[in-house]
């Protein structure tokens, strides 16, 4: 299912001539892996994130910013976006994998739970039931 979704998302960034991104290296997964495990310990979705990045290596489409690892366009590398929402207290809390105009795309450290996050207020709009659940329900916003 999200690799359909992103296969339908490719076509229509097609349509409007923007480029499609390329998929993330394992050198690239490797060194996120690394990273979040360091930073969340061992119970990190990143299994779910994987089949997105060996797609796509981050998308900016339509308001939506799904980060990647080490893409062209700093704004989408997940590591430094994470580091600069890090710098809140509260937000250490959470792995961000995305976000939009108005929202965060989160994973939630202390509970374990895939999040839709209000950017002003923090306050949680939606719950997913997994992380792959939450890409494919961010990619289908992305589609006009």
Not at 22 to 27: G, L
Not at 69 to 94: A, C, Q
Not at 111 to 134: A, F, T
Request: proline fraction near 5%; charged fraction near 30%; include cysteine.
């Amino acid at each position: 299912m999200l690799k359909d979704t992103i296969s339908k998302l490719k076509q229509v960034m097609l349509e409007f001539d923007c480029p499609i991104p390329s998929r993330a290296s394992v050198s690239e997964i490797e060194k996120f892996k690394e990273w979040a495990v360091e930073k969340f310990g061992e119970k990190v979705p990143w299994e779910k994130y994987i089949p997105f990045l060996e797609e796509v290596n981050s998308i900016e489409f339509n308001g939506i910013f799904l980060y990647g690892i080490d893409p062209n366009d700093s704004n989408l590398d997940i590591i430094e976006n994470n580091e600069i929402w890090h710098d809140v207290e509260e937000n250490k809390k959470y792995l961000f994998f995305c976000d939009g105009d108005i929202s965060w795309y989160v994973w939630d450290s202390e509970i374990d739970e895939v999040q839709e996050l209000d950017k002003p207020s923090g306050k949680v709009y939606e719950v997913y039931d997994n992380l792959n659940d939450m890409l494919i329900a961010t990619l289908e916003m992305a589609v006009p």
